[in-house]
């Protein structure tokens, strides 16, 4: 199959592009579209077989559900069997925009799309290219992350293509994305809402609107007992790898910058190549290896923004082990050290040790 890729200008999108991709929706076919979070693949979330396809593209385990796309609050009463007082809450707050609900599904909503769940995973994106497309067409879009099972999100269309050109109909181009990291998932099946993913809206910003809020005890504890099974299908499985040995080093600045250049240097001297993901405040401070700034901690969107795109970009430098400084876990940092600790399969390093 050969892909169209056609670019869009996110302010001022081109209606016959956004048409075109919503006839192939309509048809059952493919489409990748930017959001806020990270790049999408689409397919129409009520036909099953267009469902059974994102799976296929992505090398997808059929047990992992779909987030479902809406652009239109009432839309939940469609797909949603019950809508609670939160939901309503939380949709006026934070929708459109980087937050997902869980929610029991209505008989509309086939299994094939919740990965054989009784719940339905709900999202109105705040990115006018996927407001369009959902509108436009008139179909609501499940859209897991565009990218192959397994590797790093995409946050440009590039990512998109290097993954999956010739495996879907269509991507549609509008630059790099925002936030750079997937939403936040919350549970709402539960008299007490549960967070299932991290991500930019925290447990505090939820908390502000609908009283207490628990975390998912396996987003928490998953790197220190492997009994606990996560809660939402997707987190289980080791994402966001990159092709290389990751490591965090934890501990104060200088001691981190410190031993990750005496890492380094023993790798050099062994022929391991060696990347290096740095920061703006350090990224000077590095004597070799390949550094590359994932962004500035005096802005944690640059980090999150940084993330993905470093990863894959060390893929291509074929280095051998990866050294990433590490990040506060609070707020939305939980979000980024959640990725970055999956990323790493746990590996850490205290930089305390020199
Ligand atoms: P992705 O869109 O690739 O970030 O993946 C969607 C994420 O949402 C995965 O981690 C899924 O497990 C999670 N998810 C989707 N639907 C549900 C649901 N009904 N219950 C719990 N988690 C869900
Ligand atoms: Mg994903």
């Not at 992992?64 to 009432?74: G, T, Y």
């Not at 007082?85 to 869980?102: C, H, N, Q, R, Y």
């Not at 990224?283 to 940084?306: A, E, P, T």
């Not at 590490?326 to 390093?349: C, E, H, P, V, W």
């Amino acid at each position: 199959m050969k892909t169209i890729i056609d670019k869009v200008n996110k302010d001022d999108c081109d209606v016959n592009i956004i048409d075109k991709a919503g006839k192939i929706l309509k048809s059952g076919g493919l489409v990748a579209f930017p959001t806020e979070t990270v790049y999408g693949l689409g397919g129409d979330a009520l036909n099953k077989e267009a469902s059974g396809k994102i799976y296929a593209a992505k090398g997808r385990p059929s047990d992992n559900p779909l987030i479902v796309h809406i652009a239109d609050k009432e839309a939940l009463y469609e797909l949603a069997s019950y809508v609670p007082e939160s939901a309503i809450k939380l949709a006026d707050k934070f929708w459109p925009g980087p937050l997902t609900m869980v929610l029991n599904k209505s008989a509309v909503v086939p299994k094939e799309t919740t990965g054989g769940l009784d719940t339905v995973a709900i999202r109105f994106p705040n990115h006018p290219v996927a407001i369009e497309l959902i509108k436009r067409s008139k179909v609501y879009i499940a859209a897991p992350s565009a990218n192959t099972s397994g590797r790093p999100s995409p946050t440009l269309a590039k990512h998109v293509e290097d993954d999956l050109s010739g495996r879907i109909d269509m991507i549609i181009d509008g630059g790099e994305v925002g936030i750079g990291i997937e939403s936040t998932i919350v549970d709402l099946t539960s008299e007490v809402p549960v967070i299932l993913r991290p991500g930019y809206i925290t447990k505090k910003m939820l908390e502000e609107v609908v009283g207490k809020v628990e975390i998912d005890k396996a987003i928490l504890e998953c790197n220190k007992d492997k009994n606990y099974k996560p809660k939402a299908p997707g987190m289980k499985y080791k994402h966001y790898a990159p092709k290389a040995e990751l490591y965090i080093v934890e501990g104060s600045q200088e001691e981190v910058v410190k031993t990750i250049n005496k890492m380094t240097l023993e790798n050099e001297s062994k022929g391991i190549k060696t990347g290096i993901i740095s920061t703006s405040q350090t990224k000077d401070s590095y004597v070799s290896g390949i550094i590359k700034c994932i962004g500035s901690r005096d802005d944690d969107v640059s980090i999150s923004q940084g993330l993905y795109k470093v990863l894959r970009e060390f893929d291509e430098c074929d280095v051998d082990i990866i050294y990433t400084e590490s990040f506060m876990d609070d707020d939305f940092g939980q979000a980024i050290m959640n990725r970055l600790l999956k990323a790493a399969g746990y590996k850490i390093i205290n930089g305390g040790i020199l």
